[in-house]
T-cell receptor, first 114, second 113 residues
Framework: DGGITQSPKYLFRKEGQNVTLSCEQNLNHDAMYWYRQDPGQGLRLIYYSQIVNDFQKGDIAEGYSVSREKKESFPLTVTSAQKNPTAFYLC?????????????FGNGTRLTVT | KQEVTQIPAALSVPEGENLVLNCSFTDSAIYNLQWFRQDPGKGLTSLLLIQSSQREQTSGRLNASLDKSSGRSTLYIAASQPGDSATYLCAVRQGTGGFKTIFGAGTRLFVKA
């Protein structure tokens, strides 16, 4: 069954620690995305990758880093430089970045930093 | 800069009622508009996608319309059921500037049995 797997579902970290969120897809999609969702706000794009070994900053990339070493995997690292990291993080993929390519989402990771 | 607004932020209706969710956007230069459903603590599930050249799309009890010139879309849900309770988000795909997707904050729907 094809889909996007995000792990873990819940993540707790102390302030000042880096943390990495996992995202794996078996849809054979070229493009992958990371979004952040906060209460009362629309999803905001953190980073996206159109192809392996390539990625671009989205609207709120500061304090985050990504890698795309494999087509299936697009991990997101939340660094200590991110001032307000507590949020719900959603990974998505699409066949490519063309406008007719719909987004498919994982079930998210809720990160709490105290 | 494109802004997507969904009003109301929350809605509670009795079971069986037909209802309309609204989505408005400020820049009509869109490529398509997509409606998603999000259950609590979960990801987004695509419901309907309307191309900019289309006026509406239907899937089962759901009908989405698009009026690009006025910057509006509606999601009509017929004969609502408790299982329809969720947050509904709309998202527009920009027609320029890298085909970015801009999301609204969503309407939280509660259907009472």
């Amino acid at each position: 069954d094809g889909g996007i797997t995000q792990s873990p579902k819940y993540l707790f970290r102390k302030e000042g620690q880096n943390v990495t969120l996992s995202c794996e897809q078996n849809l054979n999609h070229d493009a992958m995305y990371w979004y952040r969702q906060d209460p009362g706000q629309g999803l905001r794009l953190i980073y996206y990758s159109q192809i392996v070994n390539d990625f671009q900053k989205g609207d709120i990339a500061e304090g985050y880093s990504v890698s795309r070493e494999k087509k299936e995997s697009f991990p997101l690292t939340v660094t200590s430089a991110q001032k307000n990291p507590t949020a719900f993080y959603l990974c998505a993929s699409s066949m490519d970045t063309s406008p007719n390519s719909p987004l498919h989402f994982g079930n998210g990771t809720r990160l709490t930093v105290t | 800069k494109q802004e997507v607004t969904q009003i109301p932020a929350a809605l509670s209706v009795p079971e069986g009622e037909n209802l309309v969710l609204n989505c408005s956007f400020t820049d009509s230069a869109i490529y398509n508009l997509q409606w998603f459903r999000q259950d609590p603590g979960k990801g987004l599930t695509s419901l309907l996608l309307i191309q900019s050249s289309q006026r509406e799309q239907t899937s089962g009890r759901l009908n989405a319309s698009l009026d690009k010139s006025s910057g509006r879309s509606t999601l009509y849900i017929a004969a609502s059921q408790p299982g329809d309770s969720a947050t509904y988000l709309c998202a527009v795909r920009q027609g320029t500037g890298g085909f970015k997707t801009i999301f609204g904050a969503g309407t939280r729907l509660f259907v009472k049995a």
